[in-house]
């Protein structure tokens, strides 16, 4: 078994739209086909702060993480913010997620970042089961205001 870590690529565009599916699915939202085809094009846009990290196994995309960097207020650095992970299932429980997040982590550090955020479902017990082992919750709540 050999994982690979790297940026998406244009021709990972097939692999990454059926786990886009299985994501959304498994959050179990509808996403507009020109937002998930704006996304697409965002992530290699030299002006876009969205960037993709792809995880490989044995020449098969098995998993992505969508994050941004930015600004923030409580410190001088940018800040990396995971928006999306997800795997396919049939990878599961093979360290992939471990792997994305540790890569992550490594940029963050190379990237000067002054951290790596993310929030997840309180209900996500097998994602926050791995989320446990890199800190603990902050104990924030999220509000969300659509307009």
Known sequence: MTI???DA???DEQDWRRLWA???AFYQVEIAADITDATWERIFDPASALF???AVL????VGFALCLSHEATWVKQPVCYLEDLYLDAAARGRGIG???LDDLVTLTKARGWARL???THENNRTARKLYDQYGTSDAHVRYRLSV
């Open 4 to 6: 690979e870590i790297r």
């Open 9 to 11: 690529r244009p021709e």
């Open 22 to 24: 299985g994501y959304t």
């Open 52 to 54: 993709m990290r792809v």
């Open 58 to 61: 044995d020449g098969t995309m």
């Open 98 to 100: 471990r792997a994305l």
């Open 117 to 119: 955020y993310w929030h």
